[in-house]
């Protein structure tokens, strides 16, 4: 619930995108941005296949040699894909927002619905089965990796190539591309001792929506040998392993971020119903409906810590089954104020107004800081792998002292707000 601006959430969400510290971690290759849906997109429709372009964003990309695919999967995905785009047009002119983005995303599906499986059958020459034309292929890809752009998952197949990519700020990925296509077709053609069109022309390119968009796609990438039934296939992988990552470090030790986050939810209405349910005098369909809210907005801050864990990268989607999720066979903790771990209720103005949380969810706080509606959860994240939940014992005065001086609070405040937990009279 951080509250970003288009001009930061680029920043925001690749500072996110990356793994603790511990002694098992590796800095991360690769942190993507994602589609920012505030700020400019710009279309280009001169081809046979659509392309958006945002500034600083991630694309995913694929492109083929020039007789990967036989002309009559090309004529039918050209037909359904100009009926889409006439449908868009169509669209465009109306209010349906929602109809808008889902002809985009059918538009932008419909290479890999029509075109995958095409490519995987193997047709034409399938030059990169090849590894002196794939490790050619394979050296293009990474010789402007860290300079012209950032690379992440990437494969190079028999006859087509699969890459994660984000373009530095004074590069385009049309450029990048051609780059890339221009240098190997002319190693290879050389090596192969022939002449004439290497690659399609044309490449197709989708924007990364939101992390589980790059998952997905990220997946797809690195499974894609395996699921084309190449075996032990070399020309797969993340990023750039001959490219050191740079990590900033001192005389004596190696700096390693470590992330923590905040989060706010809340489920409306059920205190509404509750109390009409009260002056109908079914003071048991109002327990439950206070139940089942409750219910729901554990489930919602569960929900959330599980994307949060996602875009971090410690986990992927599906990666757990629904009974560790339930025993908490992940890593990290979400303490909240007023439990065993954190049991200072006056934490939450602070995290309210460091998250912009009343604005952004409708959770408000009273004077005691109870939330309301009834059914909202806040609280922390911490990532760390050694982080756990405690308790702690009871509270003695000079801790109690102590506290209240480090938080700038009378002594009589503190001892207000710790009540349950001092250990003196």
């Known amino acids: 619930n951080q509250k970003k601006t288009p001009e930061n959430q680029n920043v925001a969400l690749a500072d996110w995108v990356a793994p603790c510290g511990g002694d098992h971690w590796s800095p991360p290759k690769f942190s993507p941005s994602f589609l920012i849906p505030e700020k400019e997109i710009q279309r280009n429709d001169s081809g046979s296949l659509p392309h958006w372009f945002q500034a600083g964003a991630t694309y995913a990309v694929t492109f083929r040699l020039a007789d990967s695919l036989p002309k009559s999967v090309i004529s039918t995905y050209e037909k359904e894909k100009e009926a889409l785009f006439k449908k868009l047009e169509s669209a465009e002119n109306g209010d349906d927002v929602e109809l808008r983005e889902m002809l985009k995303r059918q538009i932008s599906e419909l290479y890999h619905e029509q075109m995958e499986s095409a490519l995987h059958a193997g047709h034409g020459e399938c030059w990169m089965k090849n590894p002196h034309i794939a490790s050619i292929v394979r050296d293009s890809l990474l010789h402007f990796d860290g300079q012209h752009y950032d690379l992440g998952a990437w494969c190079v197949m028999s006859n087509h190539v699969h890459l994660i990519i984000r373009p530095k700020k004074e590069h385009t990925l049309s450029k990048i591309l051609q780059g890339i296509k221009s240098a190997s077709a002319k190693q290879a053609n050389l090596l192969l001792g022939r002449e004439g069109a290497f690659w399609q022309k044309e490449s197709y390119d989708h924007l990364i929506r939101d992390a589980d968009d790059y998952w997905n ?88 810590h599980h994307k949060a864990r996602v875009e971090w990268g410690y986990e992927m989607e599906d990666e757990l089954t629904h009974d560790q999720l339930i025993h908490e066979n992940y890593q990290g903790i979400r303490p909240a104020p007023g439990y065993p771990a954190q049991p200072d209720h006056t934490e939450k103005p602070i995290l309210f107004e460091l998250l912009g949380a009343s604005d952004a969810t409708g959770v408000t706080l009273t004077e005691s800081c109870a939330m309301h509606p009834g059914a909202a959860v806040c609280g922390l994240y911490f990532s760390h792998p050694d982080s756990h939940y405690f308790a702690i014992s009871e509270l003695q005065k000079d801790q109690v002292t102590d506290y209240a001086k480090r938080k700038g609070i009378t002594m009589e405040d503190a001892e207000k707000w710790l009540g349950p937990w001092l250990g003196y009279a």
């Open 217 to 304: 796609q990220r997946s797809y990438i690195l499974g894609n040998p395996k699921k084309a039934s190449l075996v032990n296939w070399e020309f797969v992988e993340e990023g750039n392993s001959r490219r050191p990552v740079i990590a900033a470090t001192n005389s004596t030790t190696t700096a390693a971020k470590d992330y923590i986050g905040g989060f706010v939810v809340g489920i409306h209405g059920a205190h509404e119903f509750a109390e009409e349910l009260d002056q109908q005098i079914d003071p048991y369909g109002s327990i439950m409906v206070k139940a089942i809210a409750d219910r729901f907005a554990e489930a919602f801050a569960e929900f959330l």
